[in-house]
């Protein structure tokens, strides 16, 4: 069957699937709206959690950046799962115990203060859209790839799939759909990869393929030999740092992780399911949906970048005389070429293309008088979406991978602007402007605020502020400086008061957009950033995306010291805290 | 407390069998009149103790797991390997995966245990 054909009826099913759900799951109740009644079983909440969670940068861009990253790019892997430890050990249990439905309404009340819950809003405001962009121009990117339609009909397309069932449904229409989009999500990522590693290594499991053997060559081992490729080209070893600093691995390692456990998006999540064991329960579910793509990702970027090299060089790596013709390139490059994002210029008019790196050329680039690398650019996000065809895998395989990736950016979309409409219509409308509205109003204060944040998302999306892959640094710094130690504090330091936490969440807030500001332009605007971003610019070493890490430490520091200098909180505080911290509190 | 209240709690503690030995403890001790109101506050910070501690122990695992070997001694970790893979590496992008998951579920487990045994379980 023709390709284009088959994407339109794969990707035209699933969204069918999406909209049955919603039509069985509507909402009737802010209950059901906000938390989806908390009769999520901990299993289903898993897999929603896990849909949730991976986005598009999750499906699309990670096993890329593993690719040109090597071990480098390990910090993505664990910082996006270590995260889950400290979400099940540190903070769903006790959340859910509060048993309210937003991360602002858990701020205010235990830090007894609207100031308190108007600065949580605005943080999880400033997270949640940042990180909804990156999610919006992923939908784009793979409608306009796939389907060869405009972006902005992409764009169309997936924002009314969004609006009927997340207005429609609020987290029970989400939760259900996430669940099904999640399927999608796996199989696509999955099914690709066990061909790719069973073609290469005879594997079917590509956590067992990625350190094995070569078909055909028992001797040589699959890193090995990457390896070897990437030294011949004038790369670092596949298998060892190049790229960060360890004080650096360790900072972006953290800042995700605390980053992680503090989006406000996954944190409610935890607030679906009935009691407080199946919210402990839920978080190991969500990690072993998560680690299914999480292991096999590095299979992946590792088997591209060796298939890749593979392509470009049929004479064997680094023999530029038999470098691959770019007349003869095959299929795939020449539609990713229309995109923009592969881009070939036979700079010596050998007719071939010759890759490696320009910035330590290897031996045989002055040999044969090369002029620079021909590969001038190649986007990491073609690494997973060609990933099929650069193995020549069937066709349904690549219709099931342009659904899974539309499924990943719906999915988490709808979570963030879940987060963002809760945020908008419990805790400004009810918690703080209109405490008397009644809960059929506050139902569709609720789903208007849902329409306009797609609409907004959607506005974005089509026209991203140009700092797109910024975004999630961004957004898992503020998270990590900002939300999580002070949800932490409020449950492990009863003594914490509302004047430290707010002092705290501002310090967190401001040092890290400041940091980030500094080095990346004022408000991401290119040109005004007053320090250079490398190196030798950041201070004591610092990268800006993990100085989300540094700024919880400032957090946690500002806080304790005003904490000290003020009052306590009140009786009843330290009470809510005592019963947060126990399962049942009706002993008392 | 009034006769009728008396009456009622001696009446769960000979027939009710559902009840933890704990709390049985409990309405002994208040039939007694030796109850004090720190009884249950006593044994809710003995519980809070005990998940400090197990969290201790559980974020130890998660340092080690996911910086100590993968990031702060892979070099060393490197000069080993398991299968093709060499065993820092491999901790960077398998181990420290497989190993959060176990702890997660390690914890939920201690707890539920944990709860039963200060009897905060739900129900």
Not at chain 1, 227 to 245: I, P, Q, R
Not at chain 2, 11 to 36: P, V
Request: a neutral charge; proline letters at 4%; one cysteine or more.
């Amino acid at each position: 069957m023709d390709l284009k054909l088959m994407i339109y009826l794969v990707v035209g099913a699933t969204f069918a699937l999406y909209i049955g759900i919603a039509i069985w799951a509507r909402a009737g109740s802010t209950g059901e709206f906000y938390v989806a009644g908390k009769g999520v079983n901990p299993i289903a909440n898993g897999m929603a959690t896990a849909a949730d969670w991976m986005s598009a940068a999750s499906f699309i861009s990670m096993a890329g950046l593993i690719a040109f990253l090597g071990y480098s790019g390990s910090v993505y892997l664990m910082g996006w799962t270590g995260g889950y430890v400290l979400m099940a050990l540190l903070l769903a249990p006790y959340l859910r115990k509060f048993g309210k439905f937003t991360v602002p309404q858990f701020v205010g009340d235990r830090f007894y203060s609207n100031g308190a819950r108007i600065v949580a809003v605005i943080c999880l405001l400033i997270i949640s859209i940042t990180y909804v962009i990156g999610q919006m121009r992923g939908v784009g990117i793979a409608f306009s790839r796939f389907l060869e339609v405009d972006i902005l009909w992409g764009l169309i397309a997936g924002m009314s799939i969004v609006f009927v069932y997340a207005v429609l449904g609020g987290m029970k229409g989400i939760t259900y759909t996430q669940i099904a989009q999640y399927v999608v999500l796996i199989f696509a990522y999955t099914v690709p990869a066990v061909f790719i590693s069973i073609q290469l290594t005879g594997h079917f499991l590509p956590q067992t393929g990625l350190g094995a053997t070569l078909s055909g060559d028992d001797s040589r081992y699959l890193l090995q030999a990457l390896d070897g490729m990437m030294v011949d080209l004038g790369f670092a070893e596949y298998t060892t740092n190049a790229t960060f600093s360890t004080l650096n691995m360790f900072l972006l390692t953290m800042a995700l992780m605390i980053g992680t456990a503090g989006l406000p998006h996954v944190i409610i999540r935890f607030f679906t399911v009935p009691r407080v064991r199946d919210a402990r329960k839920s978080a190991g579910w969500a990690l072993i949906f998560i680690a299914l793509l999480y292991t096999t990702a590095p299979a992946v970027g590792a088997m591209a970048m060796y298939n890749l090299v593979n392509t470009l060089y049929p004479g064997g790596v680094g023999n530029t005389s038999e470098a691959m013709v770019y007349d003869e390139r095959p299929e795939w490059m020449r539609t990713w070429e229309n995109t923009g994002l592969l881009v070939f210029e036979d700079k010596n008019d050998d007719g071939r293309i010759q890759y490696y790196n320009q910035g330590n050329p290897p031996a045989f680039a002055t040999e044969d008088n090369l002029q620079g690398n021909e590969l001038v650019r190649l986007d990491r996000d073609i690494m997973v979406l060609a990933n099929p065809e650069i193995a020549s895998l069937p066709n349904w395989v690549i219709a099931l991978v342009a659904a899974g990736g539309i499924a990943a950016a719906l999915s988490t979309a709808a979570g963030l602007l879940l987060a963002i409409s809760s945020a908008i219509s419990h805790d400004l409308l009810k918690g703080v402007f209109m405490p008397k509205i009644s809960e059929k109003n506050e139902l569709m204060a609720g789903r208007i605020s849902m329409a306009g944040a797609i609409l907004l998302a959607g506005y974005l999306g089509l026209n991203p502020p140009g700092f797109a892959a910024e975004v999630v640094a961004l957004a898992f710094g503020l998270a990590a400086s900002s939300l999580f130690p002070v949800l932490m504090m409020g449950i492990f330091y009863k003594r914490m008061n509302k004047e430290g936490a707010i002092a705290g969440m501002l310090t967190g807030l401001i040092s890290t957009l400041v940091y980030i500001f500094l080095y990346k332009g004022w408000f991401f605007i290119p040109g005004t950033n007053l320090l250079a971003d490398n190196a030798s610019g950041w201070i004591l070493g610092i990268s800006p995306q993990g100085f989300g890490t540094i700024g919880a430490v400032l957090n946690v520091t500002v806080a304790l010291i005003v904490c000290k200098l003020t009052a306590p909180p009140p009786k009843e505080i330290q009470a809510l805290v005592e019963s947060v911290r126990v399962p049942r509190a009706d002993t008392a | 407390m009034s006769e009728k209240m008396r009456d009622l709690l001696k009446k769960i503690l000979a027939e009710e069998n559902s009840i933890s030995d704990r709390t049985k403890e409990q309405i002994r001790q208040t039939l007694a009149g030796t109850a004090t109101a720190g009884g249950i506050a006593e044994q809710r910070t003995a519980y809070w103790k005990a998940n400090l501690s197990i969290l201790g122990w559980c974020l130890a695992v998660w340092f080690i797991a996911g910086f100590l070997l993968p990031i702060f001694m892979v070099d060393a970790l490197n000069t080993m390997s398991i299968g093709g893979y060499p065993l820092g590496f491999w901790m960077a992008q398998q181990g420290a995966i497989y190993t959060f998951l176990v702890l997660i579920f390690f914890y939920a487990w201690w707890m539920n245990r944990l709860d039963k045994k200060f009897d905060v379980h739900e129900e």
